[in-house]
Nanobody
């Protein structure tokens, strides 16, 4: 049984930083495609960053240069370091896992497992 549990969300001022974490159980974070997605108010959910099993990463244009996705194999966790946050980054952030073509534009239906989300508010 695969479970993903996000943490690290919160409220931050514009220009600040947050680090999101996703604890993974029932799967090995380094063996699958892992991704971060976000959904703002009245917006569709979109990919932010992905990390493939070979270590390759892919970012949405809005995240490039500001966000970094990484995994800790020892802890079996996925992280998203977010710097220079903007109000447009306010959203519910979800981590996901699956066997997919590992890019942020991949079909979300291909990500089999999802966490419950963690809220990020930038003011």
């Amino acid at each position: 049984h695969v479970q993903l549990v996000e943490s690290g969300g919160g409220s931050v001022q514009a220009g600040g930083s947050l680090r999101l974490s996703c604890a993974v159980s029932g799967a090995t974070v380094s063996n699958v495609c892992m991704g971060w997605f976000r959904q703002g108010p009245d917006k569709e959910r979109k990919g932010v960053a992905t990390l493939d099993s070979d270590g390759s990463t892919h970012y949405a244009d809005s995240a490039k240069g500001r966000f970094t996705i990484s995994a800790d194999s020892a802890k079996n966790t996925l992280s998203l370091q977010m710097n220079s946050l903007e109000s447009e980054d306010s959203a519910m952030y979800y981590c996901a896992a699956g066997i997919v073509f590992c890019v942020v534009t991949a079909s979300q239906e291909s990500f089999t497992y999802w966490g419950q989300g963690t809220q990020v508010t930038v003011s």
